[in-house]
């Protein structure tokens, strides 16, 4: 049985991969982790840990591997006081993870560890890019005014700015987010303001197009935004109306064997990844998002991205 853990508002990429997975005959079971403390009930002993919710059974040793796609905040029954949320909130999560941690002697897509090892340091994604040969950005992540000027004036007054963590989910751009932003004269004014919120600087690459790739275990799906403005946006999602079509795109071999050394670096087994084909024609490696999107590509280009999941994971349960 292969163990999904994903959130009770996702949809089509967590259908199409359990789809997949009981045509090959392998049963899931779909954890919605914001619900783990208001639709499971949990039961935990020295022999085993049982997990039962949503018309489904399951103990740890019935599981064979582990799909991690999303990892969510934890709903509230409603009716709870206030002062006992954070005893609430401290207790589920430790359940959850005592359940997460009987698991680890099965094989994860991504461990969880890695993943968010990953997650949580962009300028370590940056060092191991670089050191495997992929082109990288100028960056620099800081609350200093006078670096930032500096690093400014270094880049030719061609910076942009973001967050090092997302506020958007959805590679729709139709929720909060703080988009890839350029930076300009007139904001060096307002550095000082850093001090409430560091970011993330890099040097501005001019744009011939962008590629979004889901790696899976070694394979890469690529898709190319083209744009139907002819110039091209710093951050395409910024774009009201029609921002833009999905192209099919093959990267070519040297890039996708720098991907895959990079992926095996950081130890994730999958990844939505970002880069740039700068119009000199290299290939600018931004950043890989263990838990990105990738259901675009498989809805307008037809990768079968979510059969490729599912076949891995029985690939490593077959390995052991």
Known sequence: MVLCITHSNDYYTIDLVQQHLDKMGVPSFRLN???????????YTVQQYCLSGKGQYITDTQINAVWYRKLWDLKMPEDLDPAYR?????????????????????????????????CNDKLQQLRVAYAVGLTIPASIFTNDPAAIRDFFKRCNNQVVMKLHNALSKSMKGDGAFFPTTRLTEADLEQVHLLAYCPMIFQEYIPKAYELRIAYVDGECFTGQIVHAQEAVPTDWRTLSGNPGQWQPYILPAPVQQKISKLMKNLGLVFGAIDMIRHTNGDYVFLEVNPQ????????????PIAETIAEKLITHIQNG
């Not at 990105?292 to 990768?303: I, T, V």
Request: glycine share 6%; hydrophobic share 45%.
């Open 33 to 43: 982790v914001d619900e783990f403390a208001t639709g499971y009930v949990i039961n």
């Open 292 to 303: 990105g999107e990738w259901g675009m590509l498989q809805k307008y280009l037809h990768y």
């Open 86 to 118: 954070p005893v609430f909130t401290r207790e589920y999560l430790t359940f959850r993870d005592l359940f997460f941690n009987a698991l680890q002697r099965v094989p994860w897509m991504n461990p969880l560890q890695a993943d968010h090892a990953v």
